[in-house]
């Protein structure tokens, strides 16, 4: 029987580079002592997470066509001589469902040679290729997140069918939120195999000594308030906008800036057509240590989203001590409590937005002082990278029955 915490873990992240959570969890995990290898398809040179294995094809420009077949030749010679009977399983699994490219061999066949003890899939909408773990007695672990769950399935031909198809083969699933669990549920998720595990985040790089809020000074200038993300209709910014429209005619000063908006033509007319050319400004997408000093300087961080996980701009916000405005949407309302430690708006609603920014610049000092000081704390317990980690192994060691 594997021992735990000497257990071996595959990630599967699509391509690589992968996002910030997925490298902090690995090298969380990888601390924990745990053997972690990630797979995925190698887009451009990046730092490998310390400790961190990796095993991947390089796309056809970084690495041709011909080496990634030879790669694949590499891996079906390997498995052939010493893994015969594991090749065998997955090839009638891949025959039977008409994947016989050698491309797909050769995404998978790395795996096989590895033979993870979990196969941690984490993107959701890749399921259709990794229903052959059974057989091969890998657990398989699949993550929920945003996008993948509260819409693909509803614009993604067939995507709603095979999740019927491929979830109830899934040995347990990692939910960003309670709420993404919810959703899985309607195509077939067991929620009794779905545990939700917190994005985690090195407490110790945000430190309250670094705070720049200073809501003492409101009303006598202007409100900052900012928005980050991309441009995406999920984003809600067009709602932003009419509820900036309705604070400009109430005489509330203020700015609002949307980063990672920049050239967009619908917003930019929206714009022009609101005559908000004064209090908008749009900004294009900028590294992510700037976006931490544009957010720890703003007054209000607003996520009026109709979709989303857990955002994570808004935990980064809710640690940098800058006041939360949110819709309702996914997750969100897991992490925020309305008039405690931030403040939650229907979705939709430009109404309630402006009416939630005008309660910021009207609100006293002390008030406003102690919501954010309530976010720090929900935050620094709940989405913590020691708690992350911590959740994470003990969904491992459930997996493959190995909790004390």
Request: contains cysteine; charged residues 25%.
């Amino acid at each position: 029987m594997v021992k735990p915490k000497s257990f071996k873990v595959a990630f599967y992240v699509g391509d690589l580079p992968t996002t910030t959570f997925i490298n902090r969890l690995a090298m969380g995990l990888v601390g924990a002592g745990i053997q972690v290898t990630m797979f995925g398809l190698i887009k451009e040179q990046f730092n490998l997470p310390a400790g961190v294995f990796i095993s991947g094809a390089r796309d056809g420009y970084k690495e041709g066509r011909i080496s990634r077949y030879f790669r694949f030749l590499k891996f079906s010679i390997l498995l052939s001589l010493f893994r015969k009977s594991d090749k065998k399983k997955l090839d009638s699994w891949l025959i039977e469902n008409k994947k016989t490219h050698w491309n797909e061999k050769n995404m998978l066949y790395p795996i096989v040679w590895l033979k993870p003890d979990i196969l941690h899939l984490q993107w959701v909408k890749d399921i259709s290729h990794f229903g052959w773990t059974q057989k091969l007695g890998i657990k398989l672990v699949v993550s929920l997140r945003g996008a993948h769950i509260n819409y693909s399935p509803l614009t993604v031909e067939d995507l709603a069918d095979t999740y019927r198809k491929c979830f109830p083969k899934v040995d347990t699933f990692h939910g960003v939120s309670n709420a993404i669990c919810k959703e899985a549920a309607k195509y077939n998720a067991d929620l009794n195999k779905c545990t939700v595990v917190y994005s985690g985040f090195k407490i110790e790089e945000f430190s309250k000594s670094n705070w720049n809020n200073n809501f003492e000074t409101l009303p006598q200038r202007s409100l900052n308030i900012i928005s980050v993300g991309r441009s995406h209709w999920k984003k809600g910014y067009h709602f932003a906008l009419d509820a900036i429209r309705l604070l400009k005619a109430k005489n509330v000063h203020f700015h609002y800036t949307i980063i990672g908006a920049a050239g967009v033509e619908e917003l930019e007319f929206q714009r022009d057509q609101l005559e908000l050319a004064e209090q908008v400004t749009f900004l294009e997408k900028v590294p992510f240590h700037e976006v931490k000093n544009i957010i720890r300087k703003a007054d209000v961080l607003l996520l009026p989203s109709v979709e989303e996980g857990v955002a994570n701009v808004v935990l980064e916000a809710m640690f940098l001590g800058t006041l939360v405005i949110s819709a309702d949407c996914g997750g969100m309302e897991e992490v925020i409590t309305n008039g405690e430690n931030g403040i939650v708006v229907p979705v939709r609603n430009p109404k309630k937005i402006s009416e939630a920014i005008e309660r910021v610049y009207s609100e006293s000092p002390e008030k406003l002082n102690e919501m954010v000081d309530k976010a720090y704390e929900k935050v620094a317990k709940q989405h913590s990278e020691e708690r992350m980690v911590k959740d994470m192994t003990a969904v491992y060691l459930k997996v493959l029955d190995l909790e004390n």
